[in-house]
């Protein structure tokens, strides 16, 4: 169980740092990624590409983080509030223009070997289009 705390803790702290490197290094290579309202994605490199899209279109810091998990260790979940500013128009989203934003969110996660082997994303997205004046 601490062992999955300390875990989670590590990605979230290189996800604030905006240091892809180290969150893809905690990551199964088999990693499966959840996207918030979309499809399901697999591997570590498909992850890797998410995130640079990510970090193209919005710069976001998260705060009020609380894990928590299951007796063994093997599921945690999370939630937080995400801070952001919407940089460059993502796909099929609002046009872009700095707007920032604030909402809570979440996640869920499987563990497996001492890596994530799966993330499951949510927040509302209607709220974000909401805020950002789509």
């Given at each position: ?19 892809w490197?180290?969150?893809l ?17 697999s ?11 990510m970090n193209?279109s ?6 009020d ?30 046009e872009?223009h700095g707007q920032?934003y604030?909402?809570?969110?979440g996640?869920f996660?499987e ?24």
């Amino acid at each position: 169980m601490n062992e999955t705390l300390d875990l989670i803790g590590r990605y979230y702290d290189a996800f604030n740092r905006a240091h892809w490197d180290a969150m893809l290094e905690l990551l199964t290579e088999d990693v499966l990624h959840d996207l918030n309202q979309g499809e399901r994605q697999s591997g570590r490199e498909a992850f890797g590409a998410f995130l640079a899209r990510m970090n193209r279109s919005y710069r976001e810091q998260l705060s009020d983080i609380v894990v928590m998990t299951s007796p063994d260790g093997s599921r945690a979940g999370a939630e937080y509030v995400v801070h952001g500013e919407y940089l460059a128009t993502d796909e099929g989203l609002p046009e872009a223009h700095g707007q920032t934003y604030r909402l809570p969110g979440g996640a869920f996660f499987e563990i497996r070997d001492g890596q994530i082997a799966r993330v499951t994303n949510y927040y509302n997205l209607q709220d974000w289009v909401q805020q950002v004046g789509g």
